[in-house]
């Protein structure tokens, strides 16, 4: 029987006893055993209500899931994001394929990629964002000079076949908290923001009002300020709801967010932020991995080592209220050098890169 590609409905719940819930579980097997291949036993793991939760849409974000089956098996997906309220000439695919899978169906690749290219199509999208397997350097470079990608390699030579062209690399790293000297790091970071006139404010779950419009600000800073390349990304607008929105769904089936901030002690003004979330205790092996989401300080207040401060911040956070999750992984565009610099320092070990390619068209 041929390969069939075709759309992933999802169930109301994850436990559904339906064919749509079936499928969705065998989908959600498949995107672990990915996750293991590229990234290590259970640096990916969700429990399946965590998969239900991160595979939804949201006013921002429209998702489609496709799969690809072979008989009764599910070999590849692809997921295709739609941004609703910036960037709405964009749709990002992110493939995930079995390493067996790319071998016994050479086409597969090339496959996913055109079906999310149609599914682009159909919502008039004119810029195509993908990924494929990356490395600090390869024979394709990426435009910003640093990282690059083997041609041969099935995701990148799907992107070259079809016009697209490598702009970042990005890297996924790893801690284990029972393996850092947090608490000397802390107390060296607190005493260096402390004599520059910072300090760091943390909590759990949604942000507390009267840190909202800040909140909003850093969110928007984020999406001009992060490394993108030449990536085609409009500025975002964050408005109250948007916040909501964004943190009830992250908080979705049981996971915690943690923030930290840093305030400027003189104005009370809060100039940066980090973020994580940890998953419902899942008891199995690999379920114990924690996700570093973003990290930002204000370009006016860079220089005082804050970023260190709001890392070293959460993950005694991690470390005191988490037990259960003593690793974090975090992921960082290469050409960061400095959040690279701070992960490094702290500890984090990368182990895996990701390339992120791009093709315009005319409308």
Same mark, same amino acid.
């Given at each position: 029987?041929?390969?069939?590609?075709?759309?992933?409905?999802?169930?109301?719940?994850?436990?559904?006893?339906?064919?749509?819930?079936?499928?969705?579980?065998?989908?959600?097997?498949?995107?672990?055993?990915?996750?293991?291949?590229?990234?290590?036993?259970?640096?990916?793991?969700?429990?399946?209500?965590?998969?239900?939760?991160?595979?939804?849409?949201?006013?921002?974000?429209?998702?489609?899931?496709?799969?690809?089956?072979?008989?009764?098996?599910?070999?590849?997906?692809?997921?295709?994001?739609?941004?609703?309220?910036?960037?709405?000439?964009?749709?990002?695919?992110?493939?995930?394929?079995?390493?067996?899978?790319?071998?016994?169906?050479?086409?597969?690749?090339?496959?996913?990629?055109?079906?999310?290219?149609?599914?682009?199509?159909?919502?008039?999208?004119?810029?195509?964002? &993908?990924?494929?397997?990356?490395?600090?350097?390869?024979? =394709?470079? %990426? !435009?910003? +000079? /640093?990282? @690059?990608? $083997?041609? #041969?390699?099935?995701?990148?030579?799907?992107?070259?076949?079809?016009?697209?062209?490598?702009?970042?690399?990005?890297?996924?790293?790893?801690?284990?908290?029972?393996?850092?000297?947090?608490?000397?790091?802390?107390?060296?970071?607190?005493?260096?923001?402390?004599?520059?006139?910072?300090?760091?404010?943390?909590?759990?779950?949604?942000?507390?009002?009267?840190?909202?419009?800040?909140?909003?600000?850093?969110?928007?800073?984020?999406?001009?300020?992060?490394?993108?390349?030449?990536?085609?990304?409009?500025?975002?607008?964050?408005?109250?709801?948007?916040?909501?929105?964004?943190?009830?769904?992250?908080?979705?089936?049981?996971?915690?967010?943690?923030?930290?901030?840093?305030?400027?002690?003189?104005? &009370?003004?809060?100039?940066?932020?980090?973020?994580?979330? =940890?998953? %419902? !205790?899942? +008891? /199995?092996? @690999?379920? $114990?991995? #924690?996700?570093?989401?973003?990290?930002?300080?204000?370009?006016?207040?860079?220089?005082?080592?804050?970023?260190?401060?709001?890392?070293?911040?959460?993950?005694?956070?991690?470390?005191?209220?988490?037990?259960?999750?003593?690793?974090?992984?975090?992921?960082?565009?290469?050409?960061?050098?400095?959040?690279?610099?701070?992960?490094?320092?702290?500890?984090?070990?990368?182990?895996?890169?990701?390339?992120?390619?791009?093709?315009?068209?005319?409308?």
């Amino acid at each position: 029987m041929p390969l069939q590609i075709r759309s992933l409905p999802l169930p109301e719940r994850c436990d559904e006893p339906t064919p749509v819930g079936a499928t969705f579980r065998a989908a959600a097997l498949h995107a672990e055993r990915v996750g293991d291949e590229r990234l290590g036993v259970g640096v990916a793991t969700l429990t399946l209500a965590e998969r239900l939760a991160a595979w939804q849409s949201s006013d921002a974000e429209l998702h489609v899931r496709r799969i690809a089956v072979d008989g009764d098996r599910i070999v590849g997906a692809v997921s295709i994001w739609l941004p609703m309220l910036e960037s709405t000439g964009v749709a990002e695919h992110i493939l995930t394929v079995d390493a067996g899978a790319a071998r016994a169906h050479p086409a597969l690749v090339g496959a996913l990629v055109d079906d999310a290219e149609h599914v682009a199509a159909e919502h008039h999208r004119t810029t195509l964002i &993908g990924g494929s397997a990356a490395a600090m350097r390869g024979r =394709v470079m %990426a !435009t910003t +000079g /640093v990282g @690059g990608a $083997d041609p #041969a390699e099935p995701g990148a030579a799907a992107m070259l076949a079809r016009g697209y062209t490598l702009q970042q690399v990005y890297r996924t790293s790893v801690a284990d908290l029972r393996e850092l000297d947090l608490d000397q790091r802390w107390a060296d970071a607190t005493a260096r923001a402390a004599s520059a006139g910072y300090e760091t404010v943390v909590w759990s779950g949604p942000t507390p009002a009267e840190h909202r419009p800040a909140m909003r600000e850093l969110h928007e800073r984020m999406s001009t300020d992060s490394p993108a390349g030449e990536l085609v990304l409009e500025a975002q607008t964050w408005s109250d709801e948007r916040l909501a929105e964004f943190e009830t769904q992250k908080s979705a089936a049981g996971r915690t967010m943690r923030t930290a901030v840093a305030r400027q002690i003189a104005t &009370g003004e809060i100039v940066g932020f980090t973020s994580l979330f =940890v998953g %419902a !205790t899942i +008891g /199995v092996a @690999g379920g $114990d991995v #924690a996700r570093q989401h973003d990290t930002l300080v204000r370009r006016d207040h860079r220089g005082h080592a804050l970023g260190m401060l709001l890392k070293l911040a959460n993950l005694r956070e991690l470390r005191d209220h988490h037990r259960t999750h003593p690793r974090i992984s975090t992921m960082n565009a290469v050409e960061n050098q400095h959040m690279l610099a701070v992960n490094d320092a702290i500890g984090f070990l990368p182990v895996h890169h990701e390339g992120v390619w791009q093709r315009k068209e005319s409308a």
